[in-house]
């Protein structure tokens, strides 16, 4: 059974090798996080390599949720984090360690569903899935020398989501309830993505990938409330309506 | 060369496995620390494993100090932590990483010499290396499941020392995006009622009014960048001239 206390769920996004996977299971519960959840293993699910490293940390990986794409496994939660090494342009907010879990504190303590997505080991996480996020995580690591790995990573993030142990929540967060979750962001992208390729939006097509991948942007990094995404669903049937009756 | 700034050195006492002197090593220079003391390393000095594992950090072992006794390696500092899991000698300070590289900084910042020992990986420290210690340094662990390596151990003390040097939120983010100005937010606000309105989307009538401060609120609640403006003016003028043409 998993922890009583809510706390964020930690996504390996196509992990490789099962040792790592049973290292970050240790990390993690060396901190008193036990809810992994896992996209696309490489090497399948279960994994008897994990399973050896684990030793003592076993039971997170009985109980990890495995998924087949990144969408599915962060579609519950209301904020997702990206751990990455070098935070591309994105125009997100880039926190520390500390200043994530603090974050993700104030959220859980005001009835938000958080998530923090750690990429594979060699390649670090696509781009696709760092627009899904809302915020970068970045270790502050010598700039002449960044070699996290993804076990480390993750013991670097779960130590500070245990410093953090007293909350501090930010009233502004817990102001504003009802935050939309990634699943319903994600419909909305969609939507979008959908009707604007029948308007011909995404032109000229050698720009419309990046042009996707602005807009997929745009939208998780947004603070959006359900009623936020109901409205923006409404703007853009009714542009379809006008359309139609024009 | 090590570097010029004043830091802690980090004391291996006894370590066995060369692979994790290697790891140590990267451990400790991904958050700038290069000055590696060790004491009388099981498997002798040079160790062609820590080489292989340090790889990108192999100069902290070229540059690493060998000593035969634990008095010796701590000899010329002036204040000496000791890492240890179950703080034992309760007659000396036990402080967290955080709490431990404040006070070393504070130490270092004064003119002080200070060292932090890290016990042989399977006993941990003996009583007697840890009587030469100042103060004893203890992460917070889960209670249930205490099982960092030493890598781990110096990972976790090497990220508190660098983290009082660095802000916690990157403001890089701020200066990379072009944040749009108010008047543009207003414009764009503007530039949605008035296509929405020839849509037939605020309706009913009655509630129109309201309709239209939640639209106004929500492109205030919203992070916008210039390029989002821009993108989205774009979308709703795309999607005017597909009604045009349908």
């Given at each position: 059974m998993p922890s009583p206390d809510p706390q964020p769920a930690f996504v390996l996004i196509r992990p490789q090798m099962g040792e790592n996977i049973g290292a970050a299971a240790r990390a993690m519960w060396n901190?008193?996080?036990?809810?992994?959840?896992i996209v696309d293993p490489r090497d399948g699910w279960p994994n008897q390599k994990a399973v050896v490293m684990a030793s003592g940390a076993g039971r997170l990986l009985d109980e990890a949720q495995l998924f087949d794409d990144t969408a599915g496994a962060i579609g519950d939660c209301d904020f997702v984090y990206a751990t990455t090494a070098r935070p591309r342009d994105l125009t997100k907010p880039v926190f520390t360690p500390e200043a994530a879990m603090k974050d993700a504190r104030a959220r859980i303590a005001a009835g938000g569903k958080v998530a923090v997505m750690f990429g594979p080991e060699r390649s670090g996480m696509e781009n696709d899935d760092i627009a899904r996020a809302n915020a970068i995580i970045s270790v502050p690591v010598n700039p002449e020398f960044a070699s996290l790995n993804l076990a480390q990573c993750v013991l670097l993030t779960g130590y500070e989501w245990r410093r953090e142990a007293v909350p501090a929540v930010d009233m502004t967060v817990a102001a504003v309830a009802a935050w939309a979750?990634?699943?319903?962001v994600e419909?909305?992208?969609?939507?979008?993505?959908?009707?604007?390729?029948e308007a011909g939006f995404f032109f000229p097509e050698h720009k419309a990938a990046n042009m996707k991948l602005n807009l997929r942007n745009l939208w998780s990094r947004m603070p959006l409330t359900r009623a936020d995404v109901q409205m923006l669903h409404?703007?853009?049937?009714?542009?379809?309506?006008?359309k139609d009756q024009g």
């Amino acid at each position: 059974m998993p922890s009583p206390d809510p706390q964020p769920a930690f996504v390996l996004i196509r992990p490789q090798m099962g040792e790592n996977i049973g290292a970050a299971a240790r990390a993690m519960w060396n901190f008193g996080l036990d809810r992994m959840r896992i996209v696309d293993p490489r090497d399948g699910w279960p994994n008897q390599k994990a399973v050896v490293m684990a030793s003592g940390a076993g039971r997170l990986l009985d109980e990890a949720q495995l998924f087949d794409d990144t969408a599915g496994a962060i579609g519950d939660c209301d904020f997702v984090y990206a751990t990455t090494a070098r935070p591309r342009d994105l125009t997100k907010p880039v926190f520390t360690p500390e200043a994530a879990m603090k974050d993700a504190r104030a959220r859980i303590a005001a009835g938000g569903k958080v998530a923090v997505m750690f990429g594979p080991e060699r390649s670090g996480m696509e781009n696709d899935d760092i627009a899904r996020a809302n915020a970068i995580i970045s270790v502050p690591v010598n700039p002449e020398f960044a070699s996290l790995n993804l076990a480390q990573c993750v013991l670097l993030t779960g130590y500070e989501w245990r410093r953090e142990a007293v909350p501090a929540v930010d009233m502004t967060v817990a102001a504003v309830a009802a935050w939309a979750e990634q699943i319903e962001v994600e419909k909305l992208g969609a939507h979008f993505e959908e009707r604007l390729d029948e308007a011909g939006f995404f032109f000229p097509e050698h720009k419309a990938a990046n042009m996707k991948l602005n807009l997929r942007n745009l939208w998780s990094r947004m603070p959006l409330t359900r009623a936020d995404v109901q409205m923006l669903h409404g703007i853009l049937r009714q542009m379809v309506r006008w359309k139609d009756q024009g």
